[in-house]
């Protein structure tokens, strides 16, 4: 059984990481692979039981996710839809593309610490189209994005889901985790933006046409509140999570509720027509489904490797086989490049306890840092990766080309300067 999943996976990923050259788009490759993985651990699981309780619990935990998507893109399609970015955009004034990169890098990377790396990543892309009128630019900035989100949830207890487990869990501490992995984070982005300042000298943004839409304008106080309500909701996830220990999902769509609200009563004297494309259920029909789709395959596909334990079993030969813990830990950042992190952490978390290894210890701290930003190493490698590659139509090869060994100088200077600082500290 645990060969024929193996396969099944490598082929669907492989099919979604060939999908224009055999012209099968990824959406489809994914939810083919997904049904294929868990058909076959059915069969072969033969304890129906067990694994409808096991399918239960991934499409609780994709939903959860999926949810939290629809929501926070639908918030950013309202806030274009009122030109709300227009607030940031105004402000934005330097016309050199190193300065620009380097602006959105750290606002993103700060900004992703405060919300999280997949909501950050689509706010901050949708700003970029705000920003260049270049498609090639645009991908470029987007990829960085992605970069950026995922260093910036590293050192935040509620940046990245993986560091949320780990802190939910009590392998971490939000303080101690923000004093261990704040530089070595930071030194993941500017390594990057270091060696992408020179390949953008003497490159100037090229802003996108002005479009009118519709013939109807927004007021300024429509503007500002649709754009400090949405942008206030978004950073008040965390803080919902926190105090009423719900799942991030339900503050979006409680949020998304307050902001439908507002909108009906701040729009109801409009005439329809002008009323309708400021509305939630146009921005509802302006997301885009296809990635929602592909979101949910690789993610459901992704959990029947957790559940047939092969990652399980992956972590412990590694600890037998490599014996060093920093190389163990180092090669499952690389391997969350691959396969997605949380299960990966997941899979950490029960293999060592804490007993052996207690809170804020080399072992979690360094887990952190690896799996929240060996992701970036691949476009579908993290949340943030997938939704970039969504709404930039990202293509996984450009990534690999152009991006990957940015993100792999990042990560392995991360890692020395974690491993260094450690050793002074300790």
Same mark, same amino acid.
């Given at each position: 059984?645990?060969?024929?999943?193996?396969?099944?996976?490598?082929?669907?990923?492989?099919?979604?990481?060939?999908?224009?050259?055999?012209?099968?788009?990824?959406?489809?490759?994914?939810?083919?692979?997904?049904?294929?993985?868990?058909?076959?651990?059915?069969?072969?699981?033969?304890?129906? #039981? !067990?694994?409808?309780?096991? $399918?239960?619990?991934? =499409?609780?935990?994709?939903?959860?996710?999926? +949810?939290? &998507?629809? *929501?926070?893109?639908?918030?950013?399609?309202?806030?274009?839809?009122?030109?709300?970015?227009?607030?940031?955009?105004?402000?934005?004034?330097?016309?050199?593309?190193?300065?620009?990169?380097?602006?959105?890098?750290?606002?993103?990377?700060?900004?992703?610490?405060?919300?999280?790396?997949?909501?950050?990543?689509?706010?901050?892309?949708?700003?970029?189209?705000?920003?260049?009128?270049?498609?090639?630019?645009?991908?470029?900035?987007?990829?960085?994005?992605?970069?950026?989100?995922?260093?910036?949830?590293?050192?935040?207890?509620?940046?990245?889901?993986?560091?949320?487990?780990?802190?939910?869990?009590?392998?971490?501490?939000?303080?101690?985790?923000?004093? #261990? !992995?704040?530089?070595?984070? $930071?030194?993941?982005? =500017?390594?990057?933006?270091?060696?992408?300042? +020179?390949? &953008?000298? *003497?490159?100037?943004?090229?802003?996108?046409?002005?479009?009118?839409?519709?013939?109807?304008?927004?007021?300024?106080?429509?503007?500002?509140?649709?754009?400090?309500?949405?942008?206030?909701?978004?950073?008040?996830?965390?803080?919902?999570?926190?105090?009423?220990?719900?799942?991030?999902?339900?503050?979006?769509?409680?949020?998304?509720?307050?902001?439908?609200?507002?909108?009906?009563?701040?729009?109801?004297?409009?005439?329809?027509?002008?009323?309708?494309?400021?509305?939630?259920?146009?921005?509802?029909?302006?997301?885009?489904?296809?990635?929602?789709?592909?979101?949910?395959?690789?993610?459901?596909?992704?959990?029947?490797?957790?559940?047939?334990?092969?990652?399980?079993?992956?972590?412990?030969?590694?600890?037998?086989?490599?014996?060093?813990?920093?190389?163990?830990?180092?090669?499952? *950042?690389?391997?969350?490049?691959?396969?997605?992190?949380?299960?990966?952490?997941?899979?950490?978390?029960?293999?060592?306890?804490?007993?052996?290894?207690?809170?804020?210890?080399?072992?979690?701290?360094?887990?952190?840092?690896?799996?929240?930003?060996?992701?970036?190493?691949?476009?579908?490698?993290?949340?943030?990766?997938?939704?970039?590659?969504?709404?930039?139509?990202?293509?996984?090869?450009?990534?690999?080309?152009?991006?990957?060994?940015?993100?792999?100088?990042?990560?392995?200077?991360?890692?020395?300067?974690?491993?260094?600082?450690?050793?002074?500290?300790?």
């Amino acid at each position: 059984m645990i060969g024929a999943i193996v396969v099944i996976f490598v082929i669907a990923y492989a099919a979604i990481a060939l999908e224009h050259p055999i012209k099968i788009n990824k959406s489809a490759s994914a939810l083919v692979g997904a049904g294929l993985l868990w058909t076959v651990y059915a069969v072969w699981s033969g304890d129906h #039981a !067990l694994v409808e309780r096991q $399918l239960n619990e991934s =499409v609780s935990s994709t939903a959860q996710i999926v +949810f939290f &998507l629809i *929501g926070a893109m639908t918030i950013v399609e309202v806030i274009d839809a009122h030109n709300g970015f227009e607030v940031i955009t105004s402000l934005i004034r330097t016309r050199k593309q190193v300065t620009l990169m380097w602006l959105v890098g750290f606002v993103t990377f700060f900004l992703s610490a405060v919300l999280d790396n997949l909501t950050t990543t689509i706010v901050m892309i949708s700003l970029m189209k705000k920003l260049l009128g270049d498609q090639r630019d645009r991908l470029f900035f987007a990829a960085m994005i992605v970069i950026a989100a995922n260093a910036g949830g590293a050192w935040s207890a509620i940046g990245d889901v993986t560091t949320t487990m780990l802190w939910i869990g009590g392998q971490i501490t939000p303080l101690a985790i923000l004093k #261990a !992995l704040f530089l070595p984070s $930071l030194i993941n982005l =500017v390594v990057p933006l270091l060696v992408v300042s +020179f390949q &953008l000298r *003497g490159q100037v943004v090229v802003p996108p046409p002005r479009v009118e839409q519709d013939g109807f304008q927004t007021s300024l106080f429509e503007r500002n509140l649709t754009f400090f309500l949405g942008l206030g909701i978004l950073v008040m996830v965390p803080a919902f999570k926190t105090i009423t220990h719900l799942p991030p999902f339900m503050g979006i769509l409680f949020g998304l509720g307050i902001l439908w609200t507002v909108g009906e009563l701040v729009h109801r004297d409009k005439e329809d027509d002008e009323k309708k494309r400021l509305t939630l259920v146009h921005a509802l029909t302006r997301i885009d489904m296809g990635s929602i789709v592909f979101f949910i395959g690789i993610l459901l596909a992704v959990a029947t490797l957790e559940h047939a334990h092969i990652l399980e079993k992956l972590a412990k030969w590694l600890d037998s086989s490599v014996g060093r813990q920093d190389i163990i830990v180092v090669m499952l *950042g690389l391997l969350s490049a691959i396969v997605d992190n949380v299960p990966l952490v997941a899979a950490s978390m029960g293999m060592y306890s804490l007993t052996q290894y207690p809170p804020d210890s080399f072992l979690w701290e360094f887990i952190a840092y690896c799996a929240g930003t060996g992701g970036s190493i691949l476009i579908i490698g993290s949340a943030a990766g997938v939704a970039a590659m969504a709404l930039e139509k990202i293509h996984f090869f450009w990534y690999v080309r152009r991006i990957s060994g940015l993100a792999l100088l990042g990560y392995f200077g991360g890692v020395a300067a974690y491993i260094v600082q450690y050793q002074l500290l300790h």
